[in-house]
């Protein structure tokens, strides 16, 4: 049963993740699952870094329960992984006596893992028995989640995987947070952190961007005491994920505040005097095209949107504007996004609010490179995605970078996924500033202007003559901004033959 030595991949993740639900089928209903098991890998999660912490210390490790500032964080003893495995009677009860005491020792948990009751009843019975709680518990005993035993954000690809499993019914996608590993990793290569840098990720889902560029900068710097540490910032809508997210961040001792909140509504990091905080680094996979109301950019008091509003049926332009105003000024940012948001609306006639957005945004220089990502890497959809970064101080001025990584993937079931190798040319040809055939072409702005402000990759680095086809979601958003067009046109025509006198009566 015990399977401690094996790594924990995908495929194996999610074939664990199946079985461990499949024990408490039945008494709950599907969405449910995750309530119960994941606070449990929380706690089992916890309970192996601890337990790596320990064996890290060697003969010191007797000392820990006596003085807890030996470890960055400490576990009572029932709240220990083997001990809990071991219970056998009362196991609602033990269980949430456990989590809470996890919370009571480390209170930036509170919240966080102690929310579920495992003894709760319905109707004077209890909804999950402490035989299915006990098959529960030596499913999840069956791996090791050390940090060498498992990804980084093991927790929010188990949350995704039972989120896409159990789609919930309510008209989100499932999976709409969580953004590839490998993604991930490309995205702090390219955010490369110095020093002292204050990292902001407004749409954090379970924190993966922040963990990996907190992973980035320990891999250029190690450990050294002399290098000022990352603070790291992320808001988050969605009470689970934004769980997560605190988690994660408490298991690498990351110096992170995260909050819970509507980011383009109400964004949590503000000054005194109500404006917005700036940071050095400002990175984000925010959903992509979500439809906000127009009176969220128009009654704005953060100073914003002032490049434009966008359509209602894409916010992208939105969430870049709110990034792009969070950083200080020599700030930089990089978001994963719908490839559309860097060509829609590029050689139409007349105005194109993304279009008319992105041309400030060109002509003042801060687009500083657009990265093509390929198919059917994230899970919501099977469309590309780009990687768009914006810098208040370009390396290079007056010149934009197109890397076209369409090709560089491997082949993956269901999914495709990006190799060690993918992601390094990619990152090198953003780092070293790099032409390179069929992968990169470095522009002036004048040619941006000229093909009407479209930074799609595709346009300027041919990938082996691939026939471009639109996917159905880009299309769909397309339909839905070129209907809202044809109303704003309509409206003014009425208002103008109103003023003629030549309106129909209503």
């Known amino acids: 049963m015990n399977n401690h030595n094996a790594k924990l991949d995908v495929n194996t993740l999610e074939s664990w993740l199946w079985?461990?639900?499949?024990?408490?089928?039945?008494?709950?209903?599907?969405?449910?699952?995750?309530?119960?098991?994941?606070?449990?890998?929380?706690?089992?999660?916890?309970?192996?870094?601890?337990?790596?912490?320990?064996?890290?210390?060697?003969?010191?490790?007797?000392?820990?329960?006596?003085?807890?500032?030996?470890?960055?964080?400490?576990?009572?003893?029932?709240?220990?992984?083997?001990?809990?495995?071991?219970?056998?009677?009362?196991?609602?009860?033990?269980?949430?006596?456990?989590?809470?005491?996890?919370?009571?020792?480390?209170?930036?948990?509170?919240?966080?893992?102690?929310?579920?009751?495992?003894?709760?009843?319905?109707?004077?019975?209890?909804?999950?028995?402490?035989?299915?709680?006990?098959?529960?518990?030596?499913?999840?005993?069956?791996?090791?989640?050390?940090?060498?035993?498992?990804?980084?954000?093991?927790?929010?690809?188990?949350?995704?995987?039972?989120?896409?499993?159990?789609?919930?019914?309510?008209?989100?996608?499932?999976?709409?947070?969580?953004?590839?590993?490998?993604?991930?990793?490309?995205?702090?290569?390219?955010?490369?952190?110095?020093?002292?840098?204050?990292?902001?990720?407004?749409?954090?889902?379970?924190?993966?961007?922040?963990?990996?560029?907190?992973?980035?900068?320990?891999?250029?710097?190690?450990?050294?005491?002399?290098?000022?540490?990352?603070?790291?910032?992320?808001?988050?809508?969605?009470p689970t994920t934004f769980a997560m997210a605190r988690m994660n961040a408490f298991i690498y001792n990351m110096e992170a505040e995260i909050a819970i909140g509507d980011t383009m509504n109400r964004p949590t990091f503000t000054n005194a005097d109500g404006s917005l905080r700036r940071f050095n680094k400002v990175t984000a996979n925010p959903m992509w095209n979500q439809n906000f109301a127009v009176t969220t950019y128009e009654h704005d008091t953060y100073g914003r949107f002032t490049h434009g509003i966008p359509p209602a049926s894409s916010a992208d332009w939105g969430w870049a504007q709110h990034m792009f105003a969070s950083l200080n000024d020599r700030g930089k940012m990089a978001m994963v996004i719908d490839t559309g948001a860097v060509s829609r609306g590029s050689g139409?006639?007349?105005?194109?609010?993304?279009?008319?957005?992105?041309?400030?945004?060109?002509?003042?220089?801060?687009?500083?490179?657009?990265?093509?990502?390929?198919?059917?890497?994230?899970?919501?959809?099977?469309?590309?995605?780009?990687?768009?970064?914006?810098?208040?101080?370009?390396?290079?001025?007056?010149?934009?970078?197109?890397?076209?990584?369409?090709?560089?993937?491997?082949?993956?079931?269901?999914?495709?996924?990006l190799s060690e190798d993918n992601i390094k040319r990619i990152a090198d040809a953003y780092l070293s500033w790099q032409e390179a055939k069929d992968l990169s072409k470095i522009i002036k702005l004048d040619d941006a202007i000229r093909n009407d402000y479209n930074l799609s990759p595709s346009r300027y680095v041919s990938s082996n003559n691939k026939e471009e086809v639109l996917p159905l979601d880009e299309a769909v958003v397309l339909l839905a901004e070129a209907e809202e067009e044809r109303q704003a046109v309509d409206k003014e025509l009425k208002e103008i033959l109103n003023k003629l006198g030549l309106g129909k009566p209503e």
């Not at 639900?21 to 192996?48: E, H």
């Not at 996890?102 to 109707?123: H, M, Q, W, Y």
């Not at 370009?394 to 934009?400: A, D, N, S, T, Y």
């Open 19 to 238: 079985e461990a639900a499949c024990v408490i089928r039945g008494p709950i209903d599907a969405p449910k699952f995750k309530d119960y098991i994941l606070p449990l890998i929380f706690l089992k999660r916890l309970s192996d870094v601890f337990e790596d912490d320990l064996q890290q210390l060697g003969n010191t490790a007797k000392y820990v329960d006596a003085d807890h500032s030996l470890v960055r964080f400490y576990i009572p003893n029932n709240a220990r992984w083997p001990n809990v495995a071991r219970q056998t009677t009362n196991l609602g009860e033990y269980l949430t006596d456990a989590v809470r005491a996890v919370a009571r020792e480390n209170p930036r948990l509170s919240g966080v893992i102690d929310v579920k009751d495992f003894n709760e009843t319905a109707a004077g019975a209890r909804i999950l028995g402490d035989d299915r709680l006990r098959a529960l518990i030596q499913r999840l005993s069956q791996y090791r989640l050390g940090l060498k035993d498992v990804e980084p954000d093991i927790l929010g690809r188990a949350y995704e995987y039972l989120l896409r499993k159990f789609a919930e019914g309510q008209g989100q996608s499932a999976g709409e947070f969580y953004t590839p590993r490998e993604v991930a990793v490309l995205m702090a290569r390219i955010l490369d952190p110095d020093p002292g840098d204050e990292i902001y990720d407004p749409a954090c889902g379970s924190g993966g961007l922040l963990v990996k560029s907190f992973l980035r900068f320990r891999e250029k710097y190690g450990e050294a005491t002399n290098v000022s540490p990352l603070r790291f910032y992320g808001q988050e809508i969605n």
């Open 348 to 417: 139409n006639q007349g105005s194109n609010r993304e279009r008319d957005i992105r041309k400030v945004f060109v002509e003042r220089d801060w687009v500083e490179a657009v990265l093509l990502l390929p198919e059917n890497l994230f899970y919501n959809t099977t469309a590309p995605g780009i990687i768009m970064i914006l810098n208040k101080v370009k390396r290079h001025p007056g010149e934009i970078l197109l890397i076209n990584g369409s090709a560089e993937f491997l082949k993956g079931r269901p999914k495709n996924y």
